[in-house]
Structures are given as C-alpha cells and as structure tokens.
C-alpha cells in the first residue's frame, strides 16, 4: 500500500512539474513571438512555386472550402504564393496587371483572366522577348490598395506596369476601406509619408496590434490562415480552381431610378477639394520610377435602360463619371503619362455581375487592345 502511495505521488509530482515547465516554455515563446513580431517574415515560406504549383492571382476567397483560398493580409505570403515569385526568364519581357476585382478575374477561371488572355496571345517584343502577364489586380476598389500592392510588385524586376483604374477606386472616403489596407498599417503609413498623401495616417480605421495581440494566442488565427492556405494549395494544384463558380449569378443592373448622387454627393456639382485622390495616382507613377508604364481607364457597362440618361451604370450617374474622364484626361495631357481610355471599348452584353466585370469574350477583347499596346 505504501509502495502504491509513493508510486502515485511521485507521477503526479512528475506530471505537475511537466505541466508547470511547458506552462513556462509556453510563456516564454509567446513572449519573444510577440517582441520578434515574425509573422509578416514567416509569410515568406511556402509550398507554392516548390512543392505545388505558383497561383496565377493573389490569394482571396471567402469560402473556402469550395475556392480553395482565402484572403490573406499578409503580404510576403501573398506573394510568395504567386507565380511572379519564380525567377524571371532570360527572354521574358515582365507585365504585371494592377487593378481591382476586374483585373483579377471574377466569375472568371484564370486562363480567362486578362493575364491569361494576353498571355495566351503569344505577345513578343520588337526585340523578340516573350510576353509574360503577371494578374496582380486585387478586389475592392482603392487606389491606396493599389499602391500597396505596386510597391510590393516593384521588386520583381517588371518591365512594364499596366495599372486599369476607374472612379470608383477614387473617392478619398474610401482609400483606406479595403481590409488589406487596414491590416497593414506601417507599410500604408510609409507611402503615406514618402508620397506626402493626403490621408490621415492616424486614421482609426488601421488595425493595430498590441504586445498581447502579437504573442502566438494573439496571432493564432493569421498563423492558422498561413497554414491553412498551404494546405489547400494541394486542391488548386489538382483542380485549378481558385475561386467559387456559381451556377447562376445575377446580372449586372440595367434599370435605375431618378437617382444622380453618388456616394456622399446627392447632386452634379464640381468635382473639387481633392475629393478624388489623383495625388495617389501620381504616387504610383513615381514609384515606378524608369519603368515603362500604361494607364488604362478600364471598360464599363453602359446601360440603355430605363434611366440610362441619368446614370451609365449601376456605379455612376453620368454627370460624375463624364466629370472624371475629363480630370483624368487632361492630367494624363498635360503630365505626358501613357494612357488608354478604353471605358466604351467592350460590347454591354459582355459584362457580368457588375459594371466592371467581364465576360471570357469581353476578357479577350481588353487583351487585344492592351496586348497591342503592349508590343506598339
């Protein structure tokens, strides 16, 4: 009996002192996970362009279980995921796409995509180098989300930037909307001072980590989220999907009311006071520095139903959008930048769920007119 007490004692004096050092243990890393803050450098390992294959967009999804991605806020996994990541080829003469959800490919496989278009066009320079697009276009519109993204994108050697904008990535009410802007606040932060942008880097809406949320229970769900997406790498490898295909989907409005407002403004008037942030655009162009570069104002549906004299579309009322093209125009002019205004070039039946996005067919011909003025 003596001999069982002593036995038993002793286990659970062992099991305590085993759970008290991996309590500690525990504490300790949580401490220096949160003072190294290695989450953004552990983005930077990866399964993709090693053991699967290199995504052909950036990762995001929002059910994941049937896209086989999710949205990540981490730019180093992000890319890192991305065939832009592979080492460019001798004879390769590099695009890369900037835009939003239309660039990137709703309702759209990725062969579809503009990248995938042009690239399937067999483009070649006038010195013989093989055209390569690379979609780095990116949902909800923003020019600030764009700018992000290019500044990342700038360190994979481009040899020419071809970034589609409309209105609706201008408003200044909305540069600092997208959740990816939001999560990143020191980078955005950044552009905001080399740029000299008026946004307000105090702004509430970043999203900021304290030392408790740095430590690994802090972090769990983004490091959750880095493996996750490793592991569904495995599925876009076998299938190639990398997004949710519905059936059905309902189709881009064509009839509206007696409406001219648009966003915080309830009627035509002057499109003044910096409400459109043009000065973000001009951040971009000087951050690409040397590189060759084209703007394109990207296609949109144009209604001819009931109210089409109001408004083009779902997103503009004419007045607004007819007031943009002319600013956009004459800065384009008179800064001298390489630009395309391609925003009544596409067929109305070939544009899908919203004004912006486009059809297969559609795709094909955005890729005719850029990848023409790609090798021009």
Known sequence: MWRWLTEYTYTWRFLIRVLLKTAVLFAIFNVLFALLNPLNFLGK????????????????????????NLSLNNLNAMFASHVISQEKAEDEYRVILMGDSSTWGFLLKPEDTLAGKINAGDYRT???????????????????????????AMRYEPDMVIWLIT???????????????QQNPEPVRELIRRYKLQLDPDDDRFVE??????TIIGQR??????????????????????????ETYQ?????????????????????????????????????????????????????EGRNSDLRYNFFYPRWVYDAYRAQLTALAESQNWPFLDLWDQIDPAEFTDSPVHLTPA???????????????
């Open 45 to 68: 390992f990866t399964l993709y362009n090693t053991v699967v294959p290199g995504r052909e967009r950036l990762p995001y999804g929002e059910n994941a279980s049937q896209s086989y």
């Open 221 to 246: 769900r983004p490091l959750a989220e880095l493996i996750l997406f490793q592991v569904y790498g495995l599925a876009w490898a076998a299938t190639g999907i990398d997004q949710h295909y519905p």
């Open 126 to 152: 006038k010195d013989g180098k093989r055209v390569r697009a690379y979609n780095l276009g990116y949902p909800i519109m923003s020019l600030t989300k764009d700018l992000l993204l290019l500044d990342e």
């Open 209 to 214: 980590v304290d030392f408790w949320g740095r």
């Open 362 to 376: 559609g795709s094909q011909q955005l890729s005719e007119w850029i990848g023409a003025a790609i090798v021009n």
């Open 167 to 181: 209105l609706e990535s201008f408003p200044r009410d909305k540069q600092l909307f997208p959740p990816l802007v």
């Open 251 to 303: 189709l881009r409005q064509s009839d509206f009311e007696e409406d001219l407002s648009w966003h915080m403004l309830t009627e035509p008037q002057p499109l003044e006071g910096g409400y459109l942030v043009f000065d973000v655009l001009q951040a971009g162009i000087e951050r690409m520095g040397s590189t060759r570069f084209l703007l394109v104002n990207e296609p949109m549906f144009i209604s």
